[in-house]
C-alpha cells in the first residue's frame, strides 16, 4: 500500500510515562500515609478523628460510651434488621437465611466493598452488621447499619461511606453502574461494582441511604453475565429502612427509584476515576491518575488537530499502575476537549473516525480494525485495535477511541502489551464512561 510511513515513538512515550509512574507512585504513597483524611474530606469530625488514629481506638462505636443522644436505645435491637423474609427481594429464587448479626463490639474490619475503615462514625452510638445466605443460588448480602448520635453525625458517616465507594482503590473492581435513589431514606446512591473472579464477573450491588440518625449500607453479592438491574437491591433496601426510620425519623418520600448516575470522584472535573477503569487480570494493584501531557496528534491513524478542529480547551490524564510489575509503556492515556458547539465536537470526531478507518491506505506499514461502535442516547464514537510494523520484528499495538458527548469529546489510548490487554467490550466500556465523564469538564 502506498502512503507516508510514521512509526509511533514508542521510546519517547515509554519515558513519560515512567516518570508519571514515578510521579504516581509518590502521589499513592502520600495518599496511603493520609488516606483517611483524603478519603473523608467533608467528614468534619470524623476526619480529625481518623487523622489522629481514632477510628481503631479499642471499644468505639461499641454503643456502651459517649452517648449524646437523648435516645441512646435508637436501633438497640437486632430485631429492627432485616430478616430472611424481607430479604426475599434480593432474589425470587431459593430462600434467603441470616447466617451472622454482629454489633459494634464484633463487627469485623470489612463488612462491605471499598469500604476503608471499620466504622464511618467511630464515635458513634452503635454498630449492626447482619449477613445472608442464598441456599438455592450461593448468593450472599450484608446489611450495615451505622447509629450515629445526632443527624449531623450520621450525614458526615453518610458522605464518608459515599467516599470510600468513589475513590475505591480495591484491585480488580470496577465500577459497572451506578444511580442516584429518591424515596429510599433521605438520601441515597446504588452502585454495582464489578470482580472478575475465575473466568466469571462477581457483582456488588451496594445500596447506601441516610434515615435521621442512622446509615445503612446494603450489598448483594451475586454471579452473573452482565450487570445486575438495580430493582432488587433498591427494594430490599427499602424495606429495610422502613424499620429503621419508624424509630429514626427521615423515612423517604414518594415511589422508590433510581436513577442513572456517576459517583462523585476527586479527580480533575470530567475525568474518570480509577475505579472507572478496566479490570486485567494480571495486575492486582489499583489505578492511579498521575497528570498528563500535552495531547499530540495520536499513534499515526488518528492525526488529531485540535487547533484545526478549533477546540476551546483540551487536558489529558494519564492512569498508571505504580506498584504493579508493568513495562513503562503501559497505562491509559484519557483526553477531554471543550468545543463552542455540539457540531464542533462532532465534527472533530466524525474526522478522527475517518481518519482511523481510513489508515491503511494512507499509513503504509497500519493495519487497523474497527472494534466496535459506541452509541447511548447521548454519546457517538468508535474504537479500534492498530497496529504499526516498525520492521525488526517490532510491533506496536493500541487501543484507540474517540466519542463525543454534547460540546464535549474524549481520545483514549491504550497500547496493548504481552499479557496486559482487555476486550473490546471492557475497553468500549471504558471509552463510554469517559464520555459520561467529561459532561462536567470545565
Known amino acids: 500500500m502506498a502512503g507516508s510511513h510514521r512509526a509511533p515513538r514508542g521510546g519517547g512515550r515509554a519515558a513519560a510515562r515512567e516518570a508519571r509512574r514515578q510521579k504516581a507512585r509518590k502521589r499513592n504513597q502520600t495518599i496511603a500515609a493520609g488516606v483517611a483524611v483524603v478519603v473523608l474530606v467533608g467528614g468534619g469530625g470524623v476526619a480529625a478523628l481518623n487523622a489522629f488514629g481514632g477510628d481503631e481506638t479499642p471499644g468505639a462505636n461499641s454503643g456502651a460510651t459517649d452517648d449524646k443522644s437523648a435516645d441512646t436505645n435508637m436501633l438497640g435491637d437486632a430485631k429492627v434488621l432485616l430478616d430472611a423474609a424481607t430479604a426475599k427481594p434480593l432474589g425470587a429464587t431459593g430462600a434467603w437465611a441470616i447466617t451472622k448479626t454482629a454489633d459494634g463490639s464484633s463487627a469485623p474490619e470489612r463488612s462491605f466493598v471499598c469500604q476503608s475503615q471499620r466504622f464511618a462514625d467511630p464515635a458513634g452510638q452503635r454498630t449492626w452488621v447482619r449477613t445472608f445466605q442464598n441456599s438455592a443460588t450461593k448468593d450472599t448480602a450484608v446489611q450495615y447499619v451505622e447509629v450515629s448520635n445526632d443527624k449531623a453525625a450520621a450525614a458526615k458517616a453518610y458522605t464518608s461511606i459515599v467516599g470510600w465507594l468513589s475513590a475505591c482503590s480495591t484491585p480488580q473492581v470496577r465500577l459497572a453502574s451506578s444511580y442516584v435513589t429518591t424515596g429510599v431514606g433521605e438520601r441515597g446512591v446504588l452502585a454495582v461494582f464489578g470482580q472478575p473472579t475465575g473466568g466469571k464477573t462477581k457483582y456488588k450491588s451496594v445500596a447506601v441511604a441516610v434515615a435521621g440518625q442512622a446509615t445503612m449500607v446494603l450489598e448483594h453479592d451475586t454471579i452473573a453475565g452482565t450487570p445486575p438491574k438495580p430493582e432488587p437491591v433498591l427494594a430490599a433496601a427499602t424495606a429495610g429502612l422502613k424499620r429503621i426510620c419508624a424509630q429514626t425519623g427521615g423515612c423517604g418520600t414518594g415511589a422508590p427509584l433510581a436513577k442513572p448516575g456517576l459517583l462523585p470522584t476527586t479527580e480533575a472535573p470530567g475525568f474518570m476515576a480509577p475505579v472507572d477503569l478496566p479490570v486485567l487480570s494480571g495486575i492486582d494493584k ?157
Do not use: H
Open 286 to 442: 489499583p489505578w492511579v491518575s498521575s497528570g498528563g501531557t500535552k495531547t499530540g496528534s495520536g499513534t499515526g491513524c488518528e492525526k488529531i488537530n485540535l487547533k484545526t478542529a478549533k477546540a476551546t480547551k483540551s487536558s489529558t490524564l494519564t492512569y498508571v499502575t505504580p506498584e504493579a510489575k508493568v513495562p513503562t509503556e503501559f497505562g491509559l492515556d484519557d483526553m477531554v476537549a471543550d468545543f463552542a458547539s455540539t457540531a464542533a465536537a462532532t465534527s472533530f470526531v466524525t474526522q478522527v473516525r475517518k481518519n482511523v478507518d481510513g489508515c491503511e491506505k494512507s499509513v503504509s506499514n497500519a493495519k487497523v480494525e474497527s472494534t466496535g461502535n459506541v452509541s447511548t442516547s447521548v454519546i457517538k464514537g468508535e474504537s479500534w485495535r492498530a497496529s504499526y510494523d516498525t520492521g525488526g520484528g517490532k510491533t506496536f499495538t493500541y487501543r484507540i477511541g474517540i466519542a463525543s458527548l454534547g460540546d464535549k469529546a474524549v481520545y483514549v489510548l491504550f497500547p496493548v502489551l504481552k499479557g496486559l490487554d482487555i476486550s473490546d467490550t471492557a475497553f468500549n466500556e471504558t471509552l463510554t464512561r469517559a464520555a459520561e465523564r467529561s459532561a462536567t469538564y470545565k
